[in-house]
């Protein structure tokens, strides 16, 4: 088996259409690491990428050569240094270090890390907002409350909607270095949204008969009790995914003093008083 190769795939078309196409088929390139720039793809795969037009990236040639934009370069090798994808890395790894790009490369993977960890964060927060909610709204139903029990999934479905906005302006501010890699998160946490809504409805509807009512809280509960389960689930991920990022944030605090030259010769002057 070969190792890997770095491709870069320019955009050749506006056209969504085709963009949506390229996408497509790069995700089905099993083990692969891939990035989307502002202009185009990058790859990593043990396999060709079979697009006429991809460019592979050469070890022995600069990146300017090459007419690869050394910013883009460094943002998508340190979205692979930061992801399980190993065999990526090196493969990016190779090419940074003939072009002195491993300082640049360092500062990106904190800045991902750290935008990383500050959305999980929020996310988690969040997620134990909309669990507080919804044991507020088992509690009137036990209580026998219905009418506040349907307040409280008012309430629930209105948190829901504004986590999901709060969540899409914190990726847009780090779209470079952040949405593609935690989108999943935005995603799983919007799904929640359907089944809240037919809970609604369900109390709604429970509010006609004594007989239909039972029937329709049932369900209700049921929707409920999932959706609990759901964000639990979902927190727990979130919480191990802050724990991951401790290590190699600690691990590039160094690199990310480093480098900033001015700082140094701020030291330098001190010493000398």
């Not at 990016?92 to 072009?99: C, D, L, P, T, V």
């Not at 360092?106 to 959305?119: D, P």
């Not at 709604?204 to 369900?219: C, D, M, P, Q, S």
Request: charged residues 25%; hydrophobic residues 40%; proline residues 3%.
């Amino acid at each position: 088996m070969t190792s890997f190769q770095v491709y870069y795939i320019p955009d050749r078309e506006s056209a969504l259409r085709k963009i949506f196409e390229v996408n497509t088929f790069l995700r089905q390139i099993q083990g692969a690491h891939t990035l989307r720039g502002p202009h185009g793809w990058f790859i990593a795969s043990y396999t060709p990428t079979r697009i006429p037009y991809a460019v592979l990236i050469h070890n022995d040639t600069s990146l300017d050569k090459q007419q690869i934009n050394q910013e883009d370069f460094a943002i998508a090798a340190a979205d692979a240094a930061n992801s399980k994808n190993i065999d990526a890395w090196l493969a990016y790894k190779r090419i940074a270090e003939q072009n002195n790009l491993v300082s640049k490369i360092e500062y990106w993977r904190y800045s991902q890390l750290k935008a990383s960890r500050k959305f999980y964060i929020s996310r988690q927060q969040s997620l134990l907002n909309l669990e507080g909610k919804i044991n507020k709204t088992f509690t009137c139903l036990s209580n026998k409350t219905l009418e506040a029990a349907v307040k409280e999934v008012q309430n629930l479905s209105v948190s829901l909607v504004k986590m999901r906005k709060e969540g899409e302006t914190q990726l847009d501010e780090e779209y470079r270095i952040l949405r593609q890699g935690v989108n999943f998160i935005q995603e799983k946490a919007a799904t929640c949204e359907g089944p809240v809504g037919s809970i609604l409805y369900l109390f709604t509807t429970a509010k006609k008969t004594r007989t239909e009512g039972v029937h329709a809280l049932l369900v209700a509960h049921q929707h409920l009790t999932q959706v609990v389960d759901y964000i639990r689930s979902l927190r727990t991920f979130i919480g191990g995914e802050i724990q991951r990022l401790e290590q190699p944030l600690q691990d590039l605090e160094l690199p990310k003093v480093r480098s900033s030259p001015q700082i140094f010769s701020f030291l330098k002057i001190l010493t000398r008083l």
